[in-house]
Antibody, heavy 120, light 110 residues
Framework: EVQLVESGGGLVQPGGSLRLSCAAS????????MSWVRQAPGKGLEWVAN????????YYVDSVKGRFTISRDNAKNSVYLHMNSVRAEDTAIYYC?????????????WGQGTLVTVSS | QSALTQPRSVSGSPGQSVTISCTGT?????????VSWYQQHPGKAPKLMIY???RRPSGVPDRFSGSKSGNTASLTISGLQTEDEADYYC??????????FGTGTKVTVL
């Protein structure tokens, strides 16, 4: 099982930028697809983005395309979410999630989440 | 994509069974056998309970089971226990490495 720890959340003004980080403890981190999922306060879950094992493929929910970028550094066992042009509706807890080993069909292990608040 | 439709809440007494439905379309639930279910206690991260429609990760009690018919998936909790009180979310693969979650269901143990 992959252990995940997110960091980088906080208060950001509308139109601003933020970078979320996720540190993974897994000896074969490079074998996992990785994702970000968010949850607005009191609301449901929403898949945001995911990235292939080698970083060559990235996919996003329509509402963040062109504003958010997912990336990874397998040498550092880390995945990132670069958030630009943030909006009030981006306010949420952001969870880092590893997909089931070798697959891209199941969101498996979850971090504890990091809260992003977009407000002036 | 639109969120999958779940009942807002279900309830049952200890020992009873409850079933949560998750309705999508032929582009998600009906098109793939990649439906998963997550349990979320207040203030906690979600936990995978069922994947690939019917499979249980190791450590998940066999009281939890999943099924699918057409565009609707279901999670059944048999022998309901107090610790099962939580929010439950379904999730389906929706093609091209996209995923869609359900609206969420609050399970109350009476």
């Amino acid at each position: 099982e992959v252990q995940l720890v997110e960091s980088g959340g906080g208060l950001v003004q509308p139109g601003g930028s933020l970078r979320l980080s996720c540190a993974a403890s897994a000896y074969n981190f490079g074998s996992y697809w990785m994702s970000w999922v968010r949850q607005a306060p009191g609301k449901g879950l929403e898949w945001v983005a995911n990235i292939k094992q080698d970083g060559t493929e990235k996919y996003y929910v329509d509402s963040v395309k062109g504003r958010f970028t997912i990336s990874r550094d397998n040498a550092k066992n880390s995945v990132y979410l670069h958030m630009n042009s943030v909006r009030a509706e981006d306010t949420a807890i952001y969870y880092c999630v590893s997909m089931k080993y070798g697959t891209a069909t199941t969101l498996d292990s979850w971090g504890q989440g990091t809260l992003v608040t977009v407000s002036s | 994509q639109s969120a999958l439709t779940q009942p807002r809440s279900v309830s049952g007494s200890p020992g009873q069974s409850v079933t949560i439905s998750c309705t999508g379309t032929s582009s998600d639930v009906g098109g793939y056998n990649y439906v998963s279910w997550y349990q979320q206690h207040p203030g906690k991260a979600p936990k995978l309970m069922i994947y690939d429609v019917t499979r249980r990760p190791s450590g998940v009690p066999d009281r939890f089971s999943g099924s699918k018919s057409g565009n609707t998936a279901s999670l059944t909790i048999s022998g309901l226990q107090t610790e099962d009180e939580a929010d439950y979310y379904c999730c389906s693969y929706a093609g091209t490495f996209n995923y869609v979650f359900g609206t969420g269901t609050k399970v109350t143990v009476l």
